[in-house]
């Protein structure tokens, strides 16, 4: 997603013909357009996106029990 803002930010500039972004090459702003492609096909393709989605899942159930413990009053168990 960083790679996407910079190279958004990056065109912007240079169409706008705004500081030494305006002396670049499009070729290398494009690049970066390139590079969060790549960064979303092998993330897409490892699995390395839906892991982190299950990860956050994970952690926002684990908030909601423990909350729940502590509402009961109950201490939540520490993670081994």
Known sequence: ?????????????????IGPVANMSWWVILGFYGATI???????????????AMERMEEKKQARINKHKEALGMAPRKPR
């Open 1 to 17: 997603m960083y790679l996407l803002a910079i190279a958004v930010i990056l065109s912007a500039l240079k169409y706008l013909e």
């Open 38 to 52: 790549a960064w979303w096909a092998w993330a897409d393709g490892t699995g390395y996106t839906k892991r982190k």
